[in-house]
């Protein structure tokens, strides 16, 4: 019989290297909705941040009836070689790096790089930063694994019930579908850390999610959904390097 919760577990063990290209799609009003029902002391009047929503370019989603959408892609060579993308309808990026100590963060609507040397005293600044959520920190592995729970669901093996509802194929995989429900004080999963209720898609091989589904009563708040997916395929070194457009303003933290 499949051991559900080990499955999620174990999932970075299952490869060594992993390549994917997703669709992230939320619905704003929504998530506002329940993000304002889980501050302490916020009324209805009383709006909260929207940073996790707003497409840099400037076409701010927010309120409006239709989803706002970007592509995510992925490349993860473990442990220590991490890029992800982040590509709006606008062709506006973001762009993360990490390879070890080292750190970068590219944005195309602020024309910005921000770096570190990966010196010994940076790392300890920019622990710090993390720890506070700093303006302008710069994210480590495990950061933006906690941004983007398909390739490590693990959170969901402890304090969830999980209800399995069969099987189905999806982007070429096969996987089960899955129906997860927060029990008391679990850990937060993904990005949004107060949706209660999620699908998804759990990759029986691999234990990866395929999609993940917040849901807000019947309906998908966010997605995130695997178009394409490979493990352990070469993931040469130019993946992780970039070279920002000329102009860009550059900022190193030594």
């Known amino acids: 019989m499949l051991d559900l919760r080990a499955l999620l577990t174990r999932a970075p063990e299952s490869f060594r290297t992993i390549s994917l290209q997703c ?12 993000m304002l029902r889980g501050l302490p002391n916020v009324t209805e009047s009383d709006p909260p941040s929207t940073a996790t929503f707003v497409d840099p370019s400037g076409d701010d989603a927010t309120g409006a009836d239709a989803p706002l959408r970007h592509e995510w892609n992925v490349w993860w060579r473990r442990p220590d070689c991490w890029r ?36 010994p005293g940076t790392i300890e600044r920019l622990r710090s930063m993390i720890q506070t959520r700093q303006p302008g920190y710069l994210p480590s592995i495990d950061d933006r694994l906690s941004q983007m729970p398909l390739v ?63 849901m807000v009563g019947r309906a998908e708040a966010g997605v995130l959904a695997v178009r394409y997916m490979t493990f352990d395929e070469p993931v040469s070194d130019e993946i992780f390097a970039f070279e920002p457009p000329p102009g860009t303003r550059t900022l190193i933290d030594r």
Do not use: K
Request: charged share 25%; aromatic share 10%.
């Open 84 to 119: 992800d993308d982040i590509v709006w309808a606008t062709d506006q990026i973001a762009v993360c790096i990490v390879r070890g100590a080292a750190s970068s963060f590219y944005l195309s609507s602020s024309g910005t790089l921000r770096m570190n040397t990966g010196s």
């Open 23 to 34: 669709e992230a799609e939320y619905r704003t009003a929504i998530l506002q909705r329940e």
């Open 152 to 214: 490590r669901p693990a959170p969901l093996a402890n304090g969830w019930e999980l209800s399995e509802l069969g099987e189905r194929e999806y982007a070429g995989r096969t996987a089960i579908a899955v129906h997860a429900t927060r029990l008391g004080q679990s850990s937060p999963f993904g990005l949004w850390s107060y949706i209660n209720e999620y699908d998804l898609l759990v990759d029986r091989e691999r234990g990866v999610l395929l999609r993940c589904a917040g």
